[in-house]
């Protein structure tokens, strides 16, 4: 009796997959990673690009970074990489291809504890150098830093000549705060009485509320204020693929750069620069 009833099961399950309909694991996959700050946005508009696409399916794991995404689809093990920075002439001759995706303000973000609503460039430098090591509230100015070689690192460098000795003291200082990826910097913000970062305005959007986003020389970030030149400090986010990437991968960056992908991008902060 036994083995009647294993036979039955045994020819209901291979009639199952005759006439069951397709699976997800029969639809096409698009494996996405890069910088956090871009994943944030990308995961929104994976959504609504599933929705319209039901044979591809999108995956994305914990944010490995832009370098090491930029590496992963040289490998074949992404697809599509969202990158904050350019690629290298190396990783070019290496088959990859890129175009620009967007920009997006590198935001002074602070503690929601922190009740300063804006701030000017030559005091935010000196609270890095820790020239200035309270906040007009009285908080302690916790600041947060990204590594040396970062590319958020980079442009903070750039904002002035103030800041880029503000940022060089700040690095040479033991009491900060080091965030090694953009989440990591994010939930420094969030958790620390007093922090403070410039990191990507995308990142505050995807969780509002969580952090302050202060006004800076008198300008919101904001996508508005990037579009008109007013807030000039901005980071670039770039998309990067292989020659030989699959078919949905173009699709997909069809959609990012559509009117409904370029509204959707814009809520969480980002301002699509990209080919219509």
Do not use: C
């Not at 002035?160 to 705060?177: C, I, T, V």
């Not at 420094?188 to 959007?205: D, N, R």
């Amino acid at each position: 009796m036994a083995s009647f009833v294993k036979a039955v099961l045994a020819v209901a399950a291979v009639l199952a997959t005759l006439v069951s309909p397709p699976t997800a694991s029969a639809a096409e996959t698009l494996r996405i990673n890069g910088t956090g700050s871009g994943l944030v946005v990308i995961k929104p508009l994976a959504e609504a690009f599933q929705k319209e696409n039901r044979g591809i399916v999108i995956e994305m794991e914990k944010s490995l970074g832009s370098s090491a995404a930029i590496k992963a689809v040289s490998h074949h093990a992404l697809d599509l990489a969202v990158s904050g920075r350019a690629l290298k002439p190396a990783e070019s001759a290496e088959g990859l291809i890129q175009q620009e995706w967007g920009k997006t303000p590198l935001a002074v973000l602070a503690n929601r504890g922190v009740r300063s609503k804006d701030v000017t460039l030559k005091e935010l430098a000196a609270m890095y150098a820790g020239s200035t090591p309270k906040w007009p509230g009285g908080e302690l100015v916790r600041v947060v830093l990204r590594p040396n070689e970062d590319t958020d690192t980079k442009l903070a460098h750039s904002m002035s000549p103030e800041m880029d000795r503000g940022l060089s003291a700040a690095q040479g200082r033991k009491d900060m705060l080091l965030g090694i990826t953009d989440n990591e910097a994010y939930d420094f913000v969030k958790k620390t009485e007093g922090a403070v970062g410039l990191m990507a305005l995308t990142l505050a959007l995807a969780e509002p509320n969580s952090v302050n986003v202060l006004k800076l020389d008198g300008v919101q970030p904001s996508v508005a204020s990037v579009a008109s030149g007013k807030y000039r400090s901005v980071k670039e986010m770039h998309l990067v693929t292989r020659k030989d990437a699959p078919a949905a991968v173009a699709k997909f960056v069809k959609f990012l750069n559509s009117k409904k992908g370029r509204s959707i991008a814009a809520r969480y902060g980002l301002l699509v620069t990209g080919a219509k």
